[in-house]
């Protein structure tokens, strides 16, 4: 619905779309947003994006300022080629463009890095972009690009200390090329190409410790030394997706 | 750094260590050779990883009598309607446009060790350096009593994907409601050891969806026991009440013979018969490796656990189900992961580039019925002269159903990181 009135606004004069809405409102009023449930789904996607006062890069971009934004352009981000395209080929991120690559994440752009696999409800969605359009108009941090000194904590730290093997880690990542492609592209498998150090190595040691469960990753990483999750680290995070 | 086990260093000692110790390249002004045996999860892995990560110091062809390759895993689910034949069919033209390599579609069919050449079926030769052989299996039909090469185009076997699973397909696909199929499924080793078991589901599958629910899939095993068999007959019980029947030795008493015409399989306690007969018989290296003389008296290929190099003949390494690789159970995940040891071996002594020690690894992913997806794996590490397996897990009996959708859904994430490893 939020969708619709987006459309109406863009495309016609204020008096003729006030009309149009107030005539839909009368037989929509249980799809309003509401941007409280909205935060507590953004839960989902803060695995990989911060949002709000001096947000920074992850996994994924940070979302400050997205509504209006071209796809794929915050400077010293690893975009997937697929998005870059997206934002040349003219793509912007409106209310409408965020709601349908929510939904769909894969279809919406093929190739993207993005290993979501898409919210079903229309209402959930609309919840979701209503809390984001407040939340995004803060401003992100001077440094987008800098890891946030807390990303990696306890032991894992050890291993940021350690100048990895570049080398070494393309060896050892044949392990991973096989589930993880080396292009990049996230098919049911979250795409860890390009990906920066410190959020690879906590990830690694999340699963280390038990917070992450996949039992594949767990058994994979539990002979890992700190040498080699920093070899890994220091060739994954020197990859550019394609 | 190149390493050398005992065995080697003798052979290093008895050719002059000075000439061998040599990158090839710097004794011969050629670029060094290497030729591949076998298109599939080893030999394409292993042709692309030598190719891409020398970029071009080192001449690879891939020799296999195939335009196209159909993969073996995933080749249920085809069975089970969940995929189309053309999804599991791969072409090698990225290996040759994008890497360079050099794809010959012929048959190997001799190995001549002392000349270093592989004999093509049209006669010419092929020169190599170092080769790699990864022919993947050959069936011993007349291990079952009756059945043959003759028989399979009756009662197949399609355990080598392609013809042979359109035909089990097609023949599947006839099946009526209250018709039998009989499986009579091969002892150890071979390949895919959960493979039967998820065909049988795959089977089930398909008759139920069908609304087929008088149909019975009777699985006859030389086994007492079978890969992922908890986790198997729970999703059997869930989902295909009545609908198979497995029978290890302890009750059929032994399988005496098949007679694919009749559709019948005769064991020591009775007669099972059935429209569709599905017989996966003993298996063994395919046949080009007994040909080179690489295979030992259990018909398989006895390799050095941490290089994968042939132990009788240190140009050659044997990947994949060919070959003997200890605690590694024979799949396309464990051809590739040996496909890399290999590669990064040839690579360290033909260009001086770095070796790092050997590690495997392995996961098995099996469908039971929609989004009811299984899995088993482990790391592996040389020990002893063995390739050993150093951690080790397999999906629990009574997960959560969200649980086991991820874990099909990270299947299908698999088989798509896969391909693209081996095709490019």
């Known amino acids: 619905m939020l969708r619709f009135f987006r459309q109406i606004l863009s495309r016609t004069k204020w008096l003729a779309a006030a009309f149009a809405a107030g005539l839909l409102l009368c037989s929509a009023q249980s799809l309003a947003a509401d941007a409280s449930r909205g935060e507590a789904l953004f839960k989902a996607c803060s695995q990989c994006h911060e949002v709000g006062a001096r947000a920074k890069n992850k996994v994924g971009p940070h979302l400050d300022g997205v509504f209006g934004r071209k796809a794929g352009s915050i400077e010293g981000f690893k975009y997937s080629s697929a998005m870059k395209r997206a934002g040349d080929g003219g793509l912007v991120w409106s209310v409408d463009a965020i709601d349908a690559y929510i939904h769909k994440p894969r279809s919406f752009i093929k190739g993207n890095r993005m290993s979501y696999r898409g919210m079903e409800s229309d209402q959930d969605r609309a919840d979701l972009v209503a809390w984001l359009e407040q939340i995004s108009l803060k401003k992100p941090s001077a440094d987008a690009n800098v890891p946030s000194k807390n990303a990696v904590v306890g032991f894992a730290t050890a291993v940021l200390e350690i100048e990895g093997d570049p080398d070494y880690g393309a060896y050892l990542s044949g392990e991973c090329v096989t589930c993880h492609q080396i292009s990049g592209k996230a098919d049911g498998i979250p795409s860890i190409v390009g990906l920066p150090k410190d959020y690879f190595v906590r990830s690694l040691f999340e699963y280390k410790t038990n917070i992450r469960q996949n039992e594949v990753m767990k058994t994979r990483v539990s002979n890992l030394a700190d040498e080699e999750i920093a070899a890994l680290a220091a060739y994954f995070s020197s990859l550019t997706p394609q | ?424």
Request: charged residues 20%.
């Open chain 2, 1 to 424: 750094m190149t390493h050398f086990n005992r065995r080697q260093f003798g052979f290093l000692l008895a050719s002059g260590a000075a000439t061998l110790a040599l990158p090839t390249y710097l004794r011969a002004q050629a670029k060094p050779k290497v030729v591949v045996i076998g298109g599939g999860a080893g030999g394409a892995t292993a042709a692309r990883y030598i190719a891409k990560d020398s970029k071009g110091d080192i001449d690879v062809t891939l020799i296999d009598a195939s335009e196209m390759f159909t993969t073996c895993f995933f080749s249920n689910l085809y069975l089970g309607g969940y995929r189309d034949f053309a999804s599991i069919t791969h072409g090698y033209d990225r290996l040759e446009s994008n890497y360079g390599i050099k794809k010959i579609t012929d048959y190997a069919t001799a190995v001549d060790r002392a000349a270093k050449t592989v004999t093509l079926a049209d006669g010419s030769t092929v020169p190599y350096d170092r080769l790699v052989v990864s022919p993947g299996i050959d069936l011993i039909y007349d291990s079952v009593e009756g059945y043959s090469e003759e028989a399979a185009q009756i009662a197949p076997h399609a355990w080598k994907a392609g013809p042979q699973t359109q035909l089990l397909k097609a023949k599947l696909d006839a099946v009526k409601d209250g018709e039998q199929i009989v499986m009579v499924t091969p002892p150890n080793p071979f390949r895919c050891p959960p493979g039967p078991y998820e065909r049988a589901s795959m089977m089930a599958h398909l008759l139920k969806s069908r609304g087929f629910a008088n149909s019975k899939v009777i699985i006859i095993d030389p086994k007492e026991k079978f890969s992922k068999q908890g986790l198997f007959e729970e999703g059997w019980q869930k989902y295909y009440p009545g609908m198979i029947e497995w029978y290890g030795p302890d009750v059929h008493g032994g399988i005496k013979s098949v007679d694919a015409a009749a559709g019948s399989v005769e064991t020591d306690l009775d007669t099972f018969k059935g429209v569709l007969l599905n017989v996966i018989p003993k298996q063994k290296a395919g046949v080009i490796a007994a040909q080179a003389g690489l295979t030992n008296e259990t018909g398989f290929c006895p390799i050095d656990a941490s290089t994968m190099r042939s132990e009788n003949d240190e140009n050659i390494f044997v990947i994949g189900d060919a070959c003997i690789a200890g605690a590694m159970p024979k799949s396309g995940f464990s051809a590739n992961s040996q496909a890399k040891v290999a590669a990064m071996t040839i690579r360290s002594e033909l260009t001086g580039s770095k070796a790092f020690p050997a590690k495997y690894s392995n996961t098995c992913w099996s469908l039971i019925e929609t989004d009811d997806g299984v899995k088993v794996g482990a790391q592996y590490a040389p020990k002893d002269g063995m390739i050993a397996s150093t951690s080790t897990f397999i999906s629990q009996t009574g997960e959560d159903a969200a649980v086991r959708k991820a874990t099909f859904e990270e299947s299908e994430g698999w088989y798509k990181g896969m391909t693209a490893d081996m095709f490019g």
